[in-house]
């Protein structure tokens, strides 16, 4: 492979006698000559075990690491597991590298002398030793070059390794695509500006399906079925579909698959809009469970009590975990939901479950109970590595699929059928590749890195409880994070390893969470997922004097380069990732500080954000930031939108059309738009054509073919209230899938309207 050849995986030489003036000294540099020039390898030095440690935590393209065990103990080895810390610096520093990478060659270059001194707990851990001065730096150099070099051919996993084969073999194609490995684009300027951003690799992998090396995603052929077979059984799946345009197809395709027309099924009306078309496109007929709330409005886990008792349905569904981070026990909801023929755990958010001892049985293919069919959707692109649109299906047969290979295979061609509906016959090969890369490096040391993502995220969590405990000590104030109270007390690898200090106790104060709703601790909050909170009310509903709404700190964090994932009245929601760095946090922290710096000497919004104040100058120029913050807090106050919003999501407004009735009557014309202030919910009821889901908070407050009639008036009364507030404070309008904005007025306010069933 030319593209990912060994010069791509740099050789760490760890030793400090490098530059030293000796025999040893200058046997290694001829060594590393010959690495290099002859050989075509890259090499790292470090001289030391400390810096040797930063840099295999920072880099994981090492193609081997070369550990020179008579160097002196320069420096040790910065890890806070115990187990690690014991030994000499050489064997501490050996187990540091196993422990983040069990496959990379390790390599210890000794004295002869010294062989007896080599301890067999380091000895079981390496690859080799290389014994200085006594073969020749020609011949060693050969060894290591071998070491990289069958390391490398190792490291792709089998679709993903045919793909760079192919593009590396620069075959002449005489197939679609029509950029031709991308010697289209040079045809003009924009082009050629188009192939220099993205590169030449990119554009020569992707190949059309006329290319039989790689197989083939609609029929699981090939490398392409080698790949899903490996993620499936990296994932604790049976099978392993993957879906190129996203966990909203992969939705649809399980309800397509396994619900017709008419059949009851029972669902999370915390749901993604996806599970809402999915029951247009199968004609469904939906049961809601109402998910329980905080006095902040934030989405806890739905209520199992409303259940029906002895009710039986083709398709159960629930959203695990939620927007905010809270996974649910899975055996505890599977059995909630016994009366379902299939379970269907849509895990957009969770693909990560699988490779973390904390998450143990919190995640569809964790269920060992093999009834029925579990399906688990994953937006493998959200927080693993795919690219954007990447992601998987997983299944997990019942007992008698999975005893016959004849059955499980009868199920796979059914579902196929379904599942070649959504697929395509030009896939884009990038996006195969991804999927299976993300699988393996969760297979290879998931775990490792699901750790170090922990612990950046506890000690940021931490670090902001800290802040906020030391202010308010002095009579200031800070945000603060929503997390058990035990979490600033506890070690960080005790909250690593114990998924007991996440729990969701019933009735604990800091959740809010009615226990009524929550009886059993069946709820764990993901230690991943940062909720931050800011003055103004508590998760109770005891509301503060002063307050600092979140969609002004969010504006200002994404005027600063950090971007939110979801803004609530008074939260907001950080995601940590393996993308998600040291110094990402560090300019998260520095940012909150600047804001209240900015507060407190109250900072004429011209100056905060002057985008919005000369985009508005009569609502905001000459406010300072400050009394913008306390303006809205009481406008939120007087409004009373965290309980209206409260209120709307308790209803569960009467099915008048099931949503797919719903859905014909859009496509045939019979509906209207009505503008939200001429709606009277008791006088004169409506039926809504589309789901309305306001963001904050994302859940739907109604669905087409449900009655906005007496019984609920309250989500009339939220959304008023929601169009009140942003006509007072513009710029900050929110998203409402399915409320358009009409024609404006003579004061240019475009009112909130909704599609409704013409009568």
Sequence with gaps: MQTLGTKAWPVLIVSDQIQKQSDEGAWLRELVGVLTDDFGCSVLFCSGYGDAHDLVYAREDLGTVIVDWESAELGRVHRKNDAIATGNSGERFVRYVRS???????LILSDRSSVESLPNRALERVNGVIWKLTDTPRFNAGRIERSVAEY????????FQALVSYADEYNAAWHTPGHMGGQGFLQSPSGTAFHKFFGENMLRADLSISV????????????????????????GADRCYYVLNGTSTGNQIVWRSQVAPGEACILDRNCHKSMHHAMIATGAQPTYLQPVRNALGMIGPVDFRSVPAG?????????????????YDAAYAAAKLGGASALHFDEAWFAYARFHPIYSGRYAMSLSD?????????????????LSQASMIHVKFPADLAASPARAEDFHRRFNETYMMHGSTSPQYAMVASLEVASKMMADNGATALGDIM???????????????????????FFRVWQPEGVSRASTRDLIENPGAWILEP???????????????????????????????????????????AAIVTRFLGDHGVVCEKTDYYSWLLLNSLGTTKGKQGTLVAALFRFRELY?????????????AGAHPVSYQGVGLADHCQAMHQAIRQLELLPRMVAASKVLPVQALCPSDAYRAIVQGRVETVRLDSLDPTASPRTAAVMVAPYPPGIPLLMGGEILDASSAPIVDYLRAREDFERSFPGYGGDIHGVERGEPGSDGWRPYTLMVVRD
Excluded at 311 to 327: F, P
Excluded at 455 to 477: T, V
Aim: include cysteine; charged fraction near 20%; aromatic fraction near 8%.
């Design 100 to 106: 983040r990478n069990a496959r990379v060659p390790i």
């Design 152 to 159: 490398a051919g190792s490291v792709l996993p089998a679709f």
């Design 212 to 235: 039989p090396e790689l197989g083939s995603l609609l029929d699981h052929s090939g490398v392409t079925g080698k790949a899903e077979r490996f993620s499936a059984a990296a994932f």
């Design 311 to 327: 009710a039986s349905y083709a398709m159960a569904a629930l959203t695990n975990s939620t927007y905010d981070g809270i996974c």
């Design 370 to 386: 093999r009834r029925r069919l579990v399906f688990s959707t994953q937006s493998t692109h959200k927080l693993l590595t795919a």
């Design 455 to 477: 612990e950046e995220a506890i000690e940021l969590r931490r670090k902001i409880a800290g802040i906020a405990a030391e202010e308010e000590a002095q009579g200031d104030w």
């Design 507 to 549: 009735g604990a104060a800091w959740h809010g969470f009615p226990a009524c709703g929550l009886p059993d601790p069946f709820c764990m909050l993901d230690p991943i997922k940062l909720t931050f909170l800011c003055p103004g009310v508590d998760s109770s509903g005891r509301w503060a004097e002063r307050g600092v709404p």
């Design 600 to 612: 407190a000497r109250n900072a004429p919004l011209d100056e905060v954000f002057p985008d919005l």
